[in-house]
């Protein structure tokens, strides 16, 4: 492997519900692949925090949306896609690209103008690298939907890339 695979477009140190969709849209960016657990909410939570609802309604006027998941239970993330009226994709296995790269296809966009977003290096950056789309690094929520101050994975995912990429 080489580093570009661990390459961050955008690490943003903020809550998905914190990212700016100008600033999206200024990067040319018009697809959103998002990443479910930690990244809309906590893996241990069922309940999806108001702000990130609020940030989603924004998106789906501006942008087209995907949850790309890694979870294998279609039961939660149904549910999460149905609550928020986003198509979705479970048992993903990023950052193998398979799955990943036929939800890329069927949006029938240049790559240029896609990302994916996420929380954590291994599975959503990796991937998105993969599939050479735009990386959105953002912060992992807990389960009081706030995000993480300190993200432990994230660390050592950020320590383990300097040495073996
Ligand atoms: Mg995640």
Redesign the pocket.
């Known amino acids: 492997m080489n580093s570009s695979l661990t390459k961050i477009y955008w690490d943003t140190k903020l809550p998905i519900y914190k990212l700016s969709h100008s600033k999206l849209s200024e990067r040319g960016i018009t697809s959103l692949l998002i990443?479910?657990?930690?990244?809309l909410l906590s893996?241990n939570s069922n309940i999806i925090p108001v702000k990130v609802k609020n940030w989603i309604i924004r998106s789906k006027e501006i942008f087209d949306l995907y949850l790309i998941?890694?979870n294998p239970s279609e039961k939660r993330i149904s549910k999460i896609g149905k609550e928020l009226g986003i198509r979705y994709k479970c048992k993903a296995l990023k950052p193998r690209i398979k799955n990943t790269l036929e939800v890329i296809n069927n949006l029938n966009k240049d790559k240029n103008n896609i990302a994916i977003v996420?929380?954590?290096i291994f599975?959503?950056i990796i991937v998105g690298n993969r599939c050479k789309i735009k990386t959105i690094l953002i912060q992992?929520l807990n389960k009081k939907g706030l995000p993480l101050k300190f993200n432990t994975t994230l660390f050592i995912e950020k320590f383990i890339s300097l040495f073996l990429f």
Do not use: A, M, Q, Y
């Open positions: 990443d479910v657990d930690g990244t893996r998941s890694n996420g929380d954590r599975t959503d992992r």
